[in-house]
């Protein structure tokens, strides 16, 4: 048992990070090409920068600059969750809709986990005015870890959940990491994002 609880904590203070690295580097490379072409086709389908940048709240609740495609129009409430808007619809551009479908607004953060910000799994990092959350979750621990790029609670709803059902997801995500709990988890966004489940309700982007 002891044994056991070793080699978790080794991967959760070294290896988690050197594999995020690793993986990060070698699909920048490889997606970058493809990084481009959606860089343009923002730029051609909306007034704005292709990039949205907005604070989120990281490991140690310390405040990161996340980076994202832009989704949304320029005229987009800016710090409001999409959930909490009246019609979040009417601010997604064309081609917002297919990278929110796909997920693929989501490949620049791969630069946040190269820089250390993000890995690719952990708790999704929130925007720092969503107060109550953040409580939630300085009190269950989950600021000892790096937000991810996909989670436990993106495999079973997204932001189809409800704040205290991500939290339940947060604390059983850092109960139990280790690097098959990881593997899982990114096996199964492959299908949330073949199947589009849970795409209503992302957070404000543009």
């Known amino acids: 048992m002891k044994v056991t609880k070793d080699c978790h904590g080794i991967y959760r203070r070294y290896v988690k990070r050197m594999l995020d690295i690793i993986f990060s580097t070698m699909l920048i490379v490889l997606l970058l090409p493809l990084m481009v072409i959606i860089g343009a086709l923002i730029r051609i389908d909306s007034s704005g920068g292709a990039i949205f940048?907005?604070?989120?709240?990281?490991?140690?609740?310390?405040?990161?600059?996340?980076?994202?495609?832009?989704?949304?129009?320029?005229?987009?409430?800016?710090?409001?969750?999409?959930?909490?808007?009246?019609?979040?619809?009417?601010?997604?551009?064309?081609?917002g809709r297919f990278l929110r479908r796909s997920s693929?607004?989501?490949?620049?953060?791969?630069?946040?986990v190269f820089l250390g910000n993000m890995s690719i799994v952990g708790p999704r990092p929130l925007i720092c005015e969503e107060k109550e959350i953040h409580r939630l979750r300085g009190e269950a621990g989950i600021y000892t870890l790096r937000p991810g790029i996909t989670g436990l609670a993106q495999i079973n709803g997204r932001n189809l959940l409800c704040d205290s059902e991500k939290i339940e997801n947060d604390r059983i995500y850092l109960d139990n990491l280790k690097i098959r709990l990881d593997a899982k988890i990114l096996f199964l966004t492959l299908g949330c994002v073949i199947g589009g489940k849970g795409i209503v309700g992302k957070n404000t982007k543009k």
């Open 104 to 112: 693929l607004d989501e490949l620049p953060q791969l630069f946040n």
């Open 53 to 95: 940048k907005q604070k989120r709240m990281g490991r140690n609740a310390k405040e990161f600059t996340c980076y994202k495609f832009r989704t949304m129009k320029k005229e987009a409430p800016h710090g409001i969750p999409a959930k909490d808007l009246a019609d979040p619809e009417r601010y997604v551009t064309r081609v």
